[in-house]
């Protein structure tokens, strides 16, 4: 049997820095600087970072692994790299005993078992997880690498999204318990007091724009619910929204979404019991919350209206069926890009930085019947948003956009034909009054329970701190006194004391503590049968079962205090005696120095008797906070702007030729026209791209007419390899030859068909001079021996033909080419 052939070839080379490596991988990346010079400009910096998990797609030969473990793993941090198979059976690499556990080899099978590991999987949920490509997969002339790197990357968002709720429970305790003074009011204030009504929950999709006018024209006949981040571009067009609804828990957030910040007159904020804190401390107005206000058992808001994910949109929706409304419209949410790649609204910064060209997405139906692409997590989005609409099969659902992605249960429907009845303004003046500000009095009162809860939380953690310690010190006597029954015996009835401790008189704490060291307390058990633990197992998992409850009840401790320094501090607040200076350094430790906005309300009267020294710190205070509202967000754009790259887009580009997407090429196409007047890498892409999908389309002409547009600078492999196949395609031998030429400057694999096209031309020595050439380098390259001694054949070279299929029979006895060519040679000559 002939076999399996593969794009990797066995065939080694040196180059002149006496460095070995593939050239079927990296063909000749190698020749003009060496490997640590290369390695040192792309991957030094990314590859110092600590506590990261570096995922890299390709081994570079070996060649990458071997300079890694050179410089070194950082401290906290894994390198783990998927090579395929095919090249992994070529090389052999030796990982040294202190690497063992830091740096890890796999196919893409093997990596796909250990990312299940929890360890690996923290790293991703933390977005402490890098992945890179090595150089020989980013140049994407072999199809599986382009591919693999592209399940690679689909994974580890799947990773995410899918884990995201059980590992980050530790943020949105954390944000809970920051906000445990500003959560106030529960948003079940308005349930059921919009029944029979319509609202309109507007989210900061594309088709916004399209819409802006008629919901201006309709905004006395519907409730405007706005996701935050779009909220102050609704003002700016003349819309004010009635409730703005925030719920994203990290300190970004507040970056996104500070616009809204200055609507504290005309909306009703509903937030998250999680959402960020600078948010909710520093808001001036009206708000509710969304959810628990305490993360422990507690008779507090047992029935408030929950906080619902992934998206805020969904969190909105939610909130618009609590509050009764019959019809629910749907204004920019999208779930998907638009046609021409954007993924949010005009005056957004997202829109600002342009479409979103590098990133990998799924794809989507839309109700104009076309395909859409879409992030994974809004993916995520549409799969809630229908299983919320099938619970409410009484109430309507209408999506404006024709644009958006198609979801369950809800329809489109063209604005003129949808039919509103007005808002009754007592409604409307509801939102007014339903969290009005109340008296300082009732602030103070609910400000002083909370004290006393977070007071009664920190006895509370202290001792379950306590408990805790004790367990693990009679653990570690029974370890040391193994051969004393009776101490044992003594130590495992006072560790039994503990537990019924912790089970009982602080099982709400103890609960709280094990929800937030959900991934601490599964590194305890085992897959193993507890019938067949040794008494040193049994030790050892009793000690990291108290171990997590010792740490994870220090951590929470420290929240709680702060939690209850912060609540003291805002008792403070509102004493008229009360230094601003103390107050003040409250502000700046959480960065909410905007609280002094808030404490100006009650104390208008004040700041006439402040000294110099208090009104140059209310001052500072204000300039701090004017600095958070117009900073220049370069954290959040630069995360941006990672997936909008074009060297990103290039990989993208790869994977949607590769798999033959034709909606997937057109769509880029579509993205990159508008770039290719002033940047030539996007008129390069934009060739490839739009080249590809015409030759999907059968329009072999036009898809080379536009390949030979490009100007012969802009032409690089993947160009190259295309015009050769268009060129042969239509038999322009010319054109063929041409392409070829340049392509085996990047690679030796495309010499034998420029030897065949040479062939094909009458230029029997050059193409015999270039087989011979490759065939040199390649000896067992069985099937370009086939193609030479039918070469030889055709041009009556008997003797070299029956050489070239006698080679081909010692590699491969029973190959039938080989063997009908030698009996019709022996024939001829005969």
């Known amino acids: 049997m002939q076999k399996q052939q593969t794009n990797i070839l066995n065939t080694f080379a040196v180059s002149p820095f006496g ?33 990261t998990l570096h995922i890299v797609v390709g081994l570079d030969s070996g060649l990458l692994a071997n300079y890694v473990l050179e410089i070194g793993v950082p401290e906290g941090s894994r390198f783990i790299f998927i090579e395929l198979e095919a090249a992994l059976t070529m090389l052999d690499i030796e990982i040294p005993a202190p690497f063992k556990d830091s740096l890890e080899i796999c196919t893409q099978q093997e990596f796909n078992q250990l990312i299940e590991n929890k360890s690996l999987e923290l790293f991703i949920i933390k977005d402490k997880c890098s992945l890179y490509r090595s150089l020989g997969a980013s140049s994407n002339h072999l199809e599986d690498y382009t591919l693999l790197s592209n399940d690679i990357e689909k994974q580890i968002q799947h990773t995410f999204f899918e884990s995201e709720v059980i590992f980050t429970q530790k943020i949105f305790v954390k944000t809970q318990l920051e906000n445990i003074i500003e959560n106030q009011t529960p948003a079940s204030v308005l349930q059921n007091t919009f029944n029979g009504m319509s609202c309109i929950v507007i989210a900061g999709g594309p088709s916004l724009d ?30 004010t929204p009635h409730i703005i609804v925030s719920v994203d828990p990290q300190d970004h957030s507040f970056e996104v979404n500070r616009e809204m910040m200055d609507l504290h007159k005309e909306s009703l904020f509903v937030q998250s019991f999680h959402v960020c804190s600078r948010m909710s401390a520093q808001w001036q107005g009206r708000t509710l919350y969304l959810g628990g206000r305490v993360p422990w058992d507690s008779s507090l808001d047992m029935d408030n209206i929950e906080s619902v994910g992934p998206t805020v949109t969904n969190s909105s929706v939610h909130l618009a069926l609590r509050m009764g409304f019959s019809q629910i419209l749907l204004s920019g949410v999208d779930f998907c890009h638009s046609r021409d790649g954007f993924t949010h609204a005009k005056g957004t910064l997202e829109a600002s930085l342009g479409p979103n060209l590098g990133q990998i997405c799924e794809w989507v139906d839309t109700y104009a019947g076309y395909k859409a692409e879409t992030l994974i997590q809004l993916q995520y989005a549409i799969e809630s948003l229908q299983t919320e609409v099938e619970r409410f099969p009484d109430r309507t659902f209408i999506n404006l956009a024709q644009s958006a992605a198609v979801v369950n249960g809800v329809k489109y429907q063209p604005m003129q034909e949808i039919e509103l009845e007005p808002i009754p303004p007592k409604q409307l003046q509801l939102l007014q009054q339903v969290a009005a500000q109340g008296s300082v009095d009732d602030k103070v009162t609910d400000i002083q329970a909370r004290v006393e809860d977070l007071t009664k939380a920190v006895k509370s953690m202290k001792e379950i701190l306590s408990l805790s310690s004790e367990a693990i010190e009679h653990n570690q006597q029974m370890i040391e006194q193994v051969d004393n ?13 503990i537990e019924q401790k912790l089970k009982g008189q602080y099982h709400a704490f103890s609960q709280l503590v094990k929800f937030y060291g959900y991934y601490e307390f599964t590194k305890f058990l085992s897959t193993k049968d507890a019938e067949t633990w040794s008494q040193s197992q049994l030790n050892e998992m009793r000690f990291s079962y108290y171990d997590a409850f010792q740490k994870m009840s220090e951590r929470l401790l420290e929240l709680l205090s702060s939690a209850l320094k912060r609540s003291q501090s805002r008792l403070l607040e509102f004493d008229k005696h009360a230094n601003i200076t103390v107050l003040a350094k409250q502000w700046q430790e959480d960065n909410q120095q905007g609280r002094v906005r808030i404490w100006q309300q009650f104390h208008s009267n004040k700041l006439k008797f402040c000294n110099a020294e208090e009104l140059a710190l209310i001052k500072a205070l204000e300039s701090e ?14 995360t941006v702007k990672q997936t909008t790259t074009l060297e990103r887009a290039f990989v993208k580009i790869m994977v949607l030729i590769n798999t033959k997407h034709h909606t997937g090429l ?14 030539d890498e996007a008129k390069r892409l934009y060739h490839l791209c739009y080249g590809h999908q015409l030759l999907l389309e059968e329009r072999a002409e036009e898809a080379l007419a536009c390949m030979l547009e490009l100007p012969e600078t802009l032409i690089t492999e993947p160009e190259s390899k295309l015009i050769m196949l268009l060129s042969l395609k239509l038999f322009k031998l010319d054109l063929a030859s041409k392409a070829l030429s340049k392509a085996i400057t990047y690679s030796d694999e495309y010499q034998p068909r420029y030897a065949y096209v040479l062939s094909l031309q009458g230029q029997n020595q050059e193409a015999l001079n270039i087989y011979l050439n490759y065939l040199e380098k390649y000896p067992s390259d069985i099937m370009v021996w086939l193609k030479f001694g039918s070469f030889m ?7 070299a033909a029956f050489d070239a299929f006698n080679h081909v029979i010692e590699s491969d006895p029973d190959n039938q080419v080989a063997l009908r060519y030698l009996a019709k040679i022996k024939n001829d000559l005969a």
Do not use: C
Not at 666 to 679: N, R, S, V
């Open 625 to 638: 906070y004017q600095t958070q509202l117009t900073n220049d967000r370069k954290v959040y754009v630069d």
């Open 485 to 497: 029954q009776v101490l044992i015996k003594e130590k495992a009835e006072a560790i039994e004391e």
């Open 19 to 51: 460095e070995y490596y593939l050239p079927s991988i990296n063909r000749s990346q190698f020749e003009k600087l060496d490997s640590t010079t290369q390695y040192n400009a792309k991957f030094k910096k990314d590859f110092s970072q600590e506590n």
């Open 210 to 239: 399209h819409h802006l006018e008629w919901i201006k024209s309709q905004s006395k006949n519907l409730v405007i619910i706005a996701v935050s981040r779009i909220a102050s571009k609704l003002v700016n067009e003349g819309i």
């Open 793 to 799: 054949y055709d041009v009556d070279e008997l003797d």
């Open 666 to 679: 057109k769509q880029m196409a579509i993205y990159l026209q508008p770039f290719t007047a002033k940047d």
